[in-house]
């Protein structure tokens, strides 16, 4: 065999010693398990030149044809392989779970930590130097980037890319906030089959994630601000050419990365996840984003709160107008300067000496980023919400907290109390919401239980819960509405989520009645059910926890190790990482 002892470059005048590389520990030894690895290699068509010495770039490609918003990876990985080819690296494709949000049922985030784990144990298990993590949909873009943390191989993300535009006739369409839009229309009576047709026909006009500010445009823009892409990445539309461009040069940068051994634990830090979060505010991102950035933080030894996520949300204005909470979608935020524009607005609320993949901080990365259109990305003097864009509510109905996004709510609920109409389960709010006779106003509190971690199963996006059927017709488009759900990042309205500790397991969500007075006060940051607490406790020792109906399988370890909401949601046994990046025999 050749030997791998000479230095390699990696086209960009990086050199590193082959030696150090992961993938010798596979291939470099001469004994029979190394024979076995190279000869294996030989037998799929690979000489010695195809790969030794050379940095293996693994490419996990979370591509599916049930996977909507990732049907464009086959062309994708294919640049990607490209730019490791150009930049002397061995790239290879590996498979691994896809979590497309449209057609999984009953939720992907019971697969998150799924996804997670196969992500960290496939790097763990491989000869692999570097990953490039390519996801986009929800729950992909944490997931891969829990598990690439706790295996510590030097990695980058590569985002999806947010779908095209959408029209219908004069209107402009966002994926899931104006299908929730048009079929709140639909119930009231507003839209005939022929127009709502139309909308289906309309509503996702190409390959990519969609192009609201919802959880996946949320998560690429984290994921960028943790300095975990390239530049610009989070907001180039999936299916432009500055998008195959952005493949064959994640491409490159990977095995730049594999030289320079630049692992994802090397350069996040509290303050990068303090940035991160900053980023979501200003944003106004996805609710889910909170969860997720917590679960990743704690993969790399940090703890963040939503105490941590509050207090910065006293500080940080929303300066993205994009829907649900603004006007613009995603394409115009790439046209408007992308994530390094906003950021440039908010240099002093930034740790801007972070670390970035490319050898850059954050605060060099955004140096000379423009802003062309200040509609889209608000100047400072003019933001969309001044502070507290999202907050954290406590009080006895959620002692852990729960989250409102605020800034998609109506301002006249912000401070509001009414009776509750309470609930027990989802197929009892689908049977009963759209029936006349409903006992609720438009000062009711809409509460559904049994929607958490554990109660629903695995954290449905329930909780923009449906405006009664009745009072649609009535004009209704808001009210307060509680849940231990998460909801659609796209999603809007005064709906008050992620309650901890969930209905199921006898948080005080699990003993409010129908007709108990529940407070929403935004200005204090409060939810209290306004219920004696002797009353309380009555109903506590009366309360039957309710019994699991998982018994076997991956769901019955979801419901065995998941935490809660402000805890993350990962599996209690898999926060941080462990001590080796793979096992100890051969
Ligand atoms: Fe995939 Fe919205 S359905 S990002």
Redo the contacts with the bound molecule.
């Keep these: 065999m050749t030997e791998t002892t000479p230095p390699h470059s990696n086209g960009a005048g990086t050199r590193g010693d082959a030696t150090q590389l992961r993938s010798n520990r596979w291939f470099g030894p001469d004994d029979l398990r190394s024979f076995g690895h190279r000869s294996r290699l030989k037998g799929m068509g690979f000489d010695d030149e195809d790969y030794l010495g050379k940095p293996v770039v693994a490419i996990l490609n979370t591509w599916s044809d049930l996977n909507?918003?990732h049907s464009h990876f086959k062309q994708r990985v294919d640049e990607i392989k490209r730019g490791v080819l150009q930049a002397g690296g061995f790239p290879v494709e590996v498979p691994v779970m896809s979590l497309?949000?449209?057609l999984m049922k009953p939720t992907t985030m019971l697969y998150r930590n799924l996804l997670a784990m196969e992500t960290e144990e496939v790097l763990r298990c491989h000869p692999i130097d570097a990953a490039i993590l390519m996801g986009?949909?929800?729950k992909t873009v944490p997931a891969m980037i829990m598990g690439a943390i706790s295996a510590d191989i030097p990695s980058v993300f590569f985002p999806a890319g947010p779908m095209l535009k959408a029209y219908w006739k004069d209107q402009t369409l966002g994926?899931?906030t104006d299908a929730w839009k048009y079929w709140a229309e639909r119930c009231a009576g507003n839209l005939c089959d022929s127009d709502w047709k139309g909308v289906e026909n309309c509503i996702a006009r190409s390959a990519g994630?969609?192009m609201t500010m919802?959880t996946?445009s949320t998560m690429a823009c984290i994921a960028e601000a943790l300095g975990l892409t390239l530049p610009y990445a989070s907001s180039i539309p999936a299916v432009v050419a500055e998008h195959s461009r952005l493949a064959v040069a994640t491409g490159r940068m990977a095995v730049d990365l594999a030289w320079r051994n630049v692992t994802p634990r090397s350069i996040l830090t509290r303050e990068s996840f303090e940035n991160a979060m900053a980023t979501q505010l200003s944003l106004s991102g996805s609710t889910n984003a909170i969860v997720h950035m917590i679960a990743m933080a704690g993969r790399a030894g940090i703890k963040i709160t939503l105490s941590d996520f509050d207090a910065l949300s006293e500080r940080v204005p929303v300066l993205a107008n994009l829907r649900p909470s603004g006007t613009h979608l995603m394409e115009d935020f790439h046209q408007a300067g992308g994530l390094p524009g906003l950021l440039s607005q908010m240099r002093d609320l930034l740790h801007l000496n972070e670390k970035t993949i490319n050898g850059m901080s954050i605060g060099e990365q955004i140096q000379n980023a423009e802003v062309i259109d200040f509609d889209v990305i608000r100047r400072r003097e003019n933001p969309i919400w001044p502070t507290g864009g999202t907050c954290v509510l406590k009080g006895n109905l959620s002692p852990n907290g729960c989250v409102l996004k605020t800034v998609a709510a109506d301002p006249k609920l912000h401070k509001h109390r009414g009776p509750a109409f309470v609930f027990e389960n989802y197929d009892e709010l689908k049977k009963r919401i759209n029936t006349p006779d409903l006992e609720v106003t438009a000062e009711s509190v809409i509460v559904l239980r049994s929607a958490g971690p554990i109660g629903a199963p695995g954290f449905p996006e329930w909780g923009m819960l449906p405006i009664p059927g009745k009072l649609l017709k009535q004009g209704v488009r808001d009210m307060v509405r509680i849940s231990d759900a998460r909801m659609s990042g796209t999603s809007y309205g005064t709906c008050i989520l992620h309650i901890s500790p969930e209905s199921h397991l006898g948080g005080p969500l699990a003993l409010v009645q129908t007709g108990d007075m529940i407070e929403l006060d935004v200005s204090r940051r409060t939810l209290n059910l306004l219920v004696d607490e002797s009353v309380l406790a009555e109903r506590r020792a009366a309360w039957v926890p309710p019994s699991r109906t998982w018994e076997r399988g991956y769901h019955q370890l979801f419901a065995s190790h998941v935490t809660q909401a402000h805890e993350g949601c990962d599996f209690d046994f898999l926060h941080g990482h462990s001590s080796k990046q793979e096992p100890d025999i051969f």
């Design positions: 909507t918003c497309g949000e449209m986009g949909c929800d994926s899931g994630t969609c919802g996946a």
